[in-house]
């Protein structure tokens, strides 16, 4: 009995050996595969604000996303945004921070950027606390792989937006709008 019990001991102890041996490293790595997959090119689809002049034309989070590249954990992103009826290039990097899904970026004042969900070959969902002159706003992004989401994804996104207490008016598809 004492032998079958050793033995069983044993043989856990060993099962569950594998992963303990699991260098630092080898999850870091795993946990930057998940965040290169954001990688690549995207497209703009629905932006909604707190405050709607944030996201109408040439608000400071009217921006079209070109590009998303990660590096070290931190998100790279490449936008158009027009100014005085002119797109220009705006480059983006939002900074990872110890908690999951967390990135402080420093744009139109700080910004706290929260990843929030995705289908990596559908489409990205971000939010941002915005701090800015003394005041806080949130700005929602939707971005797809290609400008065109079905109204199911569109749908999802404008009432997890809604429930959060904010109204339909402040959301915009720019889908159809010219991105530069």
């Known amino acids: 009995m004492k032998l079958l019990l050793l033995s069983m001991g044993l043989a856990l102890v060993c099962g569950l050996q594998p992963e303990y041996s699991r260098s630092e490293e080898d999850l ?10 954001l990688s ?7 932006l909604a604000s707190s405050n709607r002049s944030l996201i109408e034309e040439e608000g400071p989070f009217r921006y079209f996303i070109q590009n998303i590249t ?47 969900s995705s289908k990596p070959n559908e489409y990205a969902k971000f ?4 701090y800015h002159d003394g005041k806080v706003n949130i700005v929602a992004n939707l971005f797809g792989r290609t400008p065109y989401l079905s109204n199911e994804i569109k ?6 937006f809604i ?15 010219d991105h530069c």
């Open 163 to 177: 429930r959060r207490g904010f109204r339909k008016e402040n959301i915009l598809d720019i889908s159809e709008v």
């Open 70 to 116: 990660v590096q070290h954990g931190n998100l790279h992103g490449y936008f158009l945004t027009r100014k005085n009826g002119q797109c220009i290039p705006l480059s983006l990097t939002a900074f990872k921070t110890k908690e999951a899904h967390h990135f402080k970026l420093n744009y139109y004042g700080t910004n706290d950027v929260y990843y929030e």
């Open 40 to 46: 690549r090119h995207w497209h703009t689809v629905v």
């Open 127 to 130: 939010i941002l606390y915005n």
């Open 28 to 37: 870091s790595d795993e946990k930057e595969q998940k965040w290169v997959q």
């Open 155 to 160: 749908k999802k996104f404008e009432e997890d």
